[in-house]
């Protein structure tokens, strides 16, 4: 070897043997598990030819075999040509075990993406640490894959795309570095205890799926954001997010053209939501009359179903949507959807991202006819450790926040869904919406105490000064205005050219200096 | 003030000041009615409880001709400024508006923020048109704006329900009074009482988690409050107050060579082993009966403030869970945002392996322990009394500044039996002699052991002697004191929720 072209050739060669990864007979079992290998996957996610590889080179052997790249793929490349940092498990390499070259590579990838203000995209897919991986005692602020990730957090966006496994302490880091996860059916598991140890200590027999599943995480747990069939479809996904989110907190998101007409008034918006609020109607068609070309991209579609959350983009420019499903329990909050939106409504807030809230709730109350149910959310539950969350995130965002009322809304649920005390910079009502500082059963009770009480009939006196009481205040929308708890009563017609029209309006809002801390104490 | 002025004009300042000093005297006094039926219950009156919170004679009362069932004003308790309010119930109905009077002075004077809530929620005059409408929500800006700048306390003393179980929700602590206080958000349905829904000690301090303190009566939760803030600072920007608590800083403590069974099986009181290295033995307990696997609190070493996180080996064998994971990650934070150092006293098995924690979601509560800990920039030391297998590393102090442990520190992923049943399982099966597997399998245990002695010695900055323990983390502590670690700015982070 004493040429340069030689060389070049001799590095080509080793490069295409690394490539490979565990193999041949290895790559044809992932397959074989319908898995695309690390290498496949990030040729999905990444833009064609933007891929620069980090590390390639590790030397990492366990005993006498070769482990290509130590199990895992890093480096950066483009998504929609802006650039992301990604690191991808190679389970074709035992299992994509954390051995000491993994957890170098993997946490300068994080350092990286954190230093030069880019998303970090983690593909997962592993078997967890290796055993003899890596020991040591470390100083305080030493790398580690379980102290970056909070440096990171709201600095930049982080995505997962577990594609695989994930179980015990190695799970915990990617739950911290994103603030999305993307979870394939089947494959991917993530779980703390694992299954035989689970029989172990409990004589239980659970499968993988039980406790770890990505319908699990995505319907119950909430850990998961989008339940996914397959690898491609996962990708597909994570691509789509990222054009949404800013590169990092000092910045906006991208401005995308859509071709939809700002000023474009949607006329299906008059007959949408029936009269009668106790009907229901679908939520999502609202959303989907207002935002750009009618795009909507959910979060967490199958956990807290009575709140839905999600991005879009109006007049091109990505918006937060934080929306009751009154088609679901009537809109119902709890625990869940407390959680649900909390974390949602902090994720917009760091990223530049205004929140628009689209309210229609029976409120914290749809439980409270029942006193199992009260009892258990309450207590079990703990709801008054959880539903402060949700206030709590409102009242600290600084992002432009617009509230529309579209049906009920009473009482504490506005603590819940924001008002102009906690921030909101603009309220406004669609003319059969209902606020009130309480719903109109319980404020008949109160007021009409002594009246129902010497009634001969209680139930008709009740009636009948429920119709009263929402003749002369709940069936007009004045009631909210002239008590300044909404700032106009506008045409459902008008609405996406005037949340237009607000969002530009406060294109320059900056956050007011706040007070000097650490950081906050949202409660937990 | 009508009814009760003078007849005639007043003509020189003294008689100026009798009229203010009369009517002053007179709303002080309060309707005897209304105070007759609140002692009835079991409970002081507003002006009771503040004057028992407050040093004797400190607190001054502001607004009090603006009487609208909440007294609010400043006093000093242990000699340092706090801001308080306090629902009136004897008044009759209370008004918000001096509570958040009270929050935006604490937030501009600096104070810590105590809260006294007694009251029932809504009344006829709030409940169709109501000016007050955004009361609650002016409270949660104003505490969410105060979060992590000034201490936050709420001593709930009799109901607090709708949205002001929210505000309550938003402060650093909780105070309940058991049997006389209840807290819910939802109104009880038809046939449940308040109590039922939301009694002190049955829901809040058992099972929700929700009360940091449980007293026994309106006393002893003032006192206690008055207790919790001796170890606070009244702001961010301040240390803790230093006491001198007279208790040698070198007291070598022999029982607790006796103390810590070497098998890792048996149980012991991890409050005693707290109890001997802490000053005076004494300890201020948080949430004391929820998530008892977890022991989380206020203590001081050399007069110094620290915050305490500690496994319970007698609960759940020590180990973490979904519970305990909130527990741990709400006090690191609160420690961390008031400079308070943060010792683990370490002995656990690590997550609990358990079907209906997985499902309830015990990585993403997990995560944000870990999260909490790694954010923590405060001196931060693990003490390991015993074992810390596999993710317990995560969960007891993740950034810390030193891991020092007691010589029967175990470490590795499970105890050395898990490990050389699932490691060797094969080869011991393949050994027909029961006998022979036995010894085989005893030999593998042996070596199993050392191989973990050597890692625990290596994974420790030091392992000390356990009499020394109070000497070596009043030492390390005093070393560490002025740690001081940056952090990238951002608008917040994004702690897993």
Known sequence: MDNMLDKIKDIEERRKHLHQGG???????????????????????????????????????????????????????????????????????????????LHYKVQRTMQMARESGLPLIGVVDSGGERMGGREGSEGPGSPSLYFLPMLGSGVIPGVTVMLGPSFAGSAYSPTMSSDFYIMRNKTAQMAVASPPLLKTV?????????????????????????????????????????????????????????????????????????????????????????????????????????????????????????????????????????????????????????????????????????????????????????????????????????????????????????????????????????????????AVEIIYKEEIAASKSPDEARKEKLAELSEEHYNHPFLAAGEMMVNELIDPRDTRPLLIRTLENLAHKKPTPRLWRKHSLIPR | MADSQPVKIATNMYEKLEVFDKERARIVKGNSEAVKEQHKKGRLTARERVNKLADPDSFEELDIWNRNGVIAGFGEINSHPVTVWAHDVTEGTTQPSKVQMAMRYAVSARTPL???????????????????????????????????????????????????????????????????????????????????????????????????????????????????????????????????????????????????????????????????????????????????????????????????????????????????????????????????????????PAFLPAVDEETRGLIRHGAGCVMANSEATVPMITLITRKQYGGGGLAMGLNRDLLIAWPTYETGTMNPQAAVAMRYKSELEAITDETKRKEREEILIVQEQRALDIQAALGASNIIDPRDSRRYLIRTLKWLRDKKEERAPRKHENIRI
């Open chain 1, 23 to 101: 193999g041949d007979a290895a790559i044809e079992k992932q397959h074989q598990a319908t898995k695309l290998t690390a290498r496949e996957r990030l040729a999905l996610l990444l833009d064609k030819g933007t891929f620069n590889e980090d590390n390639l080179w590790v030397r990492a052997y366990r005993g006498d075999r070769e482990l290509p790249g130590d199990a895992v793929v890093t480096g950066i490349g483009k998504i929609h040509g802006r650039p992301v940092f990604v690191y991808a498990h190679d389970f074709t390499v035992v299992a994509g075990t954390f051995g000491f070259g």
């Open chain 2, 114 to 348: 105590v809260g006294i809530f007694d009251s029932r929620a809504e009344s006829v005059g709030q409940a169709i048109q109501s000016t007050d409408f955004f009361s609650a929500a002016l409270m949660a800006r104003s505490l969410t704006e105060a979060s992590g700048v000034m201490p936050r306390i709420s001593l709930v003393m009799g109901e607090c329900s709708g949205g002001l179980s929210i505000v309550a929700g938003l402060s650093d602590f909780i105070f309940m009074v058991r049997d006389t206080s209840s807290m819910h958000f939802m109104l009880p349905p038809p046939g449940m009482t308040s109590q039922e829904l939301g009694d002190a000690w049955a829901v809040h301090a058992k099972v929700t988690g929700c009360c940091d303190v449980l007293a026994e009566n309106d006393e002893d939760c003032l006192q206690k409050c008055r207790q919790l803030l001796s170890f606070l600072p009244s702001h961010n920007m301040e240390m803790p107050p230093v006491m001198d608590t007279g208790d040698d800083p070198n007291r070598r403590e022999e029982e607790l060579m006796e103390f810590v069974p070497v098998d890792v099986s048996k149980p012991y009181s991890m409050y005693r082993v707290l109890s001997l290295i802490m000053d005076n033995g004494e300890f201020f307990e948080l949430k004391r009966h929820w998530a008892r696997n977890l022991i989380t609190g206020f203590a001081r070493l050399d007069g110094h403030t620290v915050g305490i996180v500690a496994s319970n080996p007698q609960d759940k064998g020590g180990s973490m869970n979904l519970d305990a994971a909130d527990k741990m990650s709400r006090h690191v934070r609160f420690c961390d945002a008031f400079n308070i150092p943060i010792i683990w006293v370490s002995d656990t």
């Open chain 1, 202 to 442: 409990t004589y239980k027999d659970v499968t993988a799926e039980e406790i770890g599943g990505a319908t699990l995480h995505a319907t119950t747990t909430g850990t998961a954001d989008f339940l996914t069939e397959t690898d491609d479809e996962a990708i597909e996904i994570c691509r789509e997010l990222v054009t949404y989110l800013p590169l990092n907190y000092r910045e906006s998101p991208p401005v995308v053209d859509t071709g939809d007409d700002p000023n474009r008034r949607d006329e299906r918006l008059i007959d949408i939501v029936p009269a009668d609020l106790s009907k229901s109607y679908d939520m999502r068609e609202v959303i989907r009359c207002i935002v750009d070309n009618g795009k909507f991209l959910e979060i967490a579609k199958l956990f807290a179903k009575s709140i839905i959350i999600g991005f879009t983009r109006l007049n091109g420019r990505t918006v937060g949507i934080v929306a009751n499903d009154p088609a679901e329990d009537g809109g119902a909050l709890n625990t869940n959807t407390s959680d649900k939106e909390a974390r949602f409504i902090r994720h917009c807030d760091s990223f530049n991202i205004p929140l628009i809230f689209l309210v229609d709730t029976v409120g914290f109350s749809s439980d409270a006819r029942d006193s199992y149910g009260n009892l258990e959310e309450q207590s079990k539950n703990g709801l008054l450790r959880t539903a402060p969350k949700a206030t709590f995130a409102i009242c600290e965002a600084t992002v432009p926040m617009v509230v529309v009322h579209i049906g009920k809304c009473f009482g504490p649920a506005s603590l819940a869904m924001g008002n102009v005390a906690m921030g909101v910079d603009f309220t406004y009502s669609w003319p059969g919406a209902q606020v009130a500082p309480m719903n109109p059963e319980e």
